[in-house]
């Protein structure tokens, strides 16, 4: 198993998805799904609650996830929502990117020409400070804005590894 492991690199179809990211053990990392949401949705779902899902760096994406879904639920059709309760190649642990996590997507896989991303805009799940807005990532020009949270834009799920 370890020579396995040990193989791995970004861009490979890899537990579910395509890997975009190893940390330094070449054991661990994030996956993208193969596929963007199959609807464009909002950040919300008609609420306008502030969720503090701050985190900006890698490794939180989950954590903002699961904020969002402890205030906003998961029954409504929303960014993070439809990542929390997505399974796709057998897997159910996916979540929304945090800011950091999209750009490194962006960049490892958008600009490489792998993953069937479309050069339009994407949720991440890191709120701005305000809580009227969260980040996004407009791929065709890596340009991150912050972007009303009714505004409807692309979700591509994201898992560890």
Known sequence: MTGNVSAISIG???QGGIIF???NTNQHGLIAATNDYINSVGWTSGFSYTTNALDSVLGTGDINTNKII????????YAASVCYNSTM???NDWFLPSKFELNLLR???YLSGVGNFNSFVY???TECANGSYAWAQ???T???ISSSKNLIRYVRPIRKF
């Open 123 to 125: 949720w991440s799940s």
């Open 138 to 140: 407009v791929f065709s």
């Open 70 to 77: 402890s205030i906003s639920g998961t029954l409504s059709t």
């Open 89 to 91: 190649n057998s897997y």
């Open 21 to 23: 990211y190893i940390d």
């Open 142 to 144: 890596g340009q991150q």
């Open 107 to 109: 960049n490892n896989l």
């Open 12 to 14: 490979q179809n890899y």
